[in-house]
């Protein structure tokens, strides 16, 4: 009797515990999850329909890890790889205009070609500013005021004007002339007539000096 052979079966693997309600909700919010989503969903033209979503979030985990420790090449590079593929649509584009016979074909093409351009543009604009971020610059106001001029930091327009203009009543014109200071001018107004010196009284009229007897 001829012996028979046993055939082992690998083992298979275990299915990953079903997701709660909670679970879910907390998975639905995690930034690779939804991007994994979406590169699954509009990758299919390009890589199959086979494509593991562990991978892709597993990847995409790394990514964040990587940015957040202040490596961004990876950003880098998907940002050069960008504006490379937008530049390929413009020339695409820009070719298929050009072999165009009928107008309104002619502008659809073109315009798409242009628009792809302008995103390679943008792109490359923000892979610079990725690259080597713009400093803040802080100009302190200097002011300068030549003559008799005032400057008023920090009050309001209407009010600074307005005391500028103001009459000023209060002062009194002075004129210097070597060691010899004039009175103050007054203000115009006309004063009642009065003594100089009230406890003063008149002089009497006086006949000639007297002389001395003796």
């Known amino acids: 009797m001829a012996a028979t052979k046993k055939i082992l079966k690998a083992p298979e693997p275990a299915k990953p515990p079903a997701l709660t309600p909670a679970g879910k909700a907390r998975m639905a919010l995690l930034p690779s999850v939804n991007g994994a989503a979406v590169i699954g969903a509009y990758q299919s033209n390009v890589m199959g329909e086979d494509t593991d979503m562990?991978?892709?979030?597993?990847?995409?985990?790394?990514?964040?890890?990587?940015a957040s420790g202040g490596d961004l090449g990876t950003l880098e590079a998907m940002l050069i790889g960008q504006a490379t593929a937008l530049q390929t649509i413009f020339t695409s584009l820009a070719r298929r205009a050009a072999n165009q016979e009928l107008?309104?074909?002619?502008?659809?093409?073109?315009?798409?070609a242009l628009k792809a351009q302008a995103q390679s543009r943008a792109t490359i604009s923000a892979l610079m500013d990725l690259k080597y971020p713009r400093q803040a610059t802080f100009v302190?106001?200097?002011?300068?005021?030549?003559?008799?001029?005032?400057?008023?930091?920090?009050?309001?327009?209407?009010?600074?004007?307005?005391?500028?203009?103001?009459?000023?009543?209060?002062?009194?014109?002075?004129?210097?002339?070597?060691?010899?200071?004039?009175?103050?001018?007054?203000?115009?107004?006309?004063?009642?007539?009065?003594?100089?010196?009230?406890?003063?009284?008149?002089?009497?009229s006086v006949n000639g000096a007297e002389k001395p007897r003796g």
């Open 103 to 112: 107008l309104p074909q002619y502008q659809a093409f073109l315009g798409l």
């Open 54 to 66: 562990d991978v892709l979030v597993e990847r995409l985990r790394n990514t964040f890890t990587e």
């Open 140 to 204: 302190k106001q200097a002011n300068i005021a030549q003559g008799p001029q005032q400057v008023n930091n920090g009050t309001p327009a209407g009010i600074a004007h307005a005391e500028q203009t103001q009459p000023r009543q209060n002062e009194l014109l002075e004129h210097q002339h070597a060691n010899i200071l004039t009175p103050r001018l007054d203000t115009g107004e006309t004063q009642a007539a009065e003594r100089s010196h009230p406890a003063v009284g008149p002089v009497e």
